[in-house]
């Protein structure tokens, strides 16, 4: 279910409102020709605002110059879903996406910042993926969560042609072989974020 800001909610039954008067409005009225301004300033009011109430302060923690580097691998992949290798080549396949530079005032996050983020997001479900509990963790906004993940996600998704390709013969007849030996699948050449499911019996076709 969708989930509404409390400007959005106040702009909608601010205009429910005007819609429920305005049948009973005499456009000849001067006093209801000044209840219809006074919705119109209103809602630009409103509209104006970016925030109708003080946000709240994020608490600042030092997770990514001081904890981070001290994880141990084991730890390390618990955040960042693969090892510190791996983390550093994947850094290196996307720093260079446009998507990373802009021309405002207000840069943006350091890539490996932005590429952790998106990995604990893109590594978590359900409760533990939600925006507002892992900005908490990692001392940022939810926007700024969100943007960091849309960021990297994008230019991952650009990297597509380069880095996922159908295997040649030679590797499909061996990734054939191999699912064949692990669970009786022939001609399959392999499966993705699958579970092994152990059949007392052989299923039909």
Known sequence: MPRYSAKALLQRDLFNA????FAEIDLLSLNDID????????????????????????????????VLPELSSSRFRLFARMDRESFHYVLSLIKDDPIFSNDSFCPQAPIDVQLHL??????????????????????????????????????LYRLRNRVICWPDEIARRRESMINHDRGGFIGAVGKLDGTDIVLENKPGK
């Open 118 to 155: 998106a990995l604990y997001k893109l590594g978590n479900d359900g409760n533990a993926s939600a925006y507002k509990p892992s900005a908490t963790l990692w001392g940022v906004s939810e926007g700024h969560f969100f943007n960091c993940t849309y960021r990297v996600v994008t230019a």
């Open 35 to 66: 209840t219809t301004m006074l919705f119109l300033i209103l809602h630009e009011a409103i509209a104006e605002k970016r925030y109708l109430f003080p946000r709240e302060r994020v608490p600042k923690f030092p997770w990514f110059n001081l």
């Open 18 to 21: 005007f819609l429920l008067s």
